[in-house]
């Protein structure tokens, strides 16, 4: 069966891959490093669109002034982007760090852990 995926899912997906060509080859600042865009959600009206962005080995000094620079090229992004996506309205974009890329390997690690100590456990009660 298909997924059926709402209006704004479809243009946060479009915008999350013109973002993605647009800060690789027009954001020329050393201080972003290497971006990816994980998510972009939009709000119903099109007025806002959540940019979720990972950085590879980034401090968190480092990760606050890589989403600065992108908040404050935002409204760069948003120009370029309104010549390649035909909206009627471009969204504001807001960029935010994606905390669940670094948090999903610390979870898997302690699920492991929990399920190792576990087995321990239930071992010694045999």
Do not use: C, W
Request: glycine share 4%; no cysteine; net charge positive.
């Amino acid at each position: 069966m298909n997924k059926e995926f709402s209006r704004t899912e479809r243009i946060g997906e479009l915008i999350q891959r013109e973002l993605s060509k647009l800060i690789q080859h027009e954001i020329k600042d050393p201080r972003i490093g290497i971006v990816t865009i994980t998510e972009v959600r939009v709000t119903k009206d099109l007025a806002h669109a959540k940019v979720y962005t990972s950085m590879l080995a980034k401090t968190d000094e480092e990760i606050l002034n890589a989403i600065d620079v992108l908040n404050k090229a935002g409204a760069f992004l948003r120009g370029q982007l309104a010549k390649t996506v035909k909206l009627r309205k471009m969204p504001e974009l807001h960029f935010t760090f994606d905390k669940s890329v670094t948090h999903g390997p610390k979870l898997s690690n302690l699920i492991d852990e929990a399920i190792s100590q576990d087995k321990k456990f239930h071992d010694k009660d045999e």
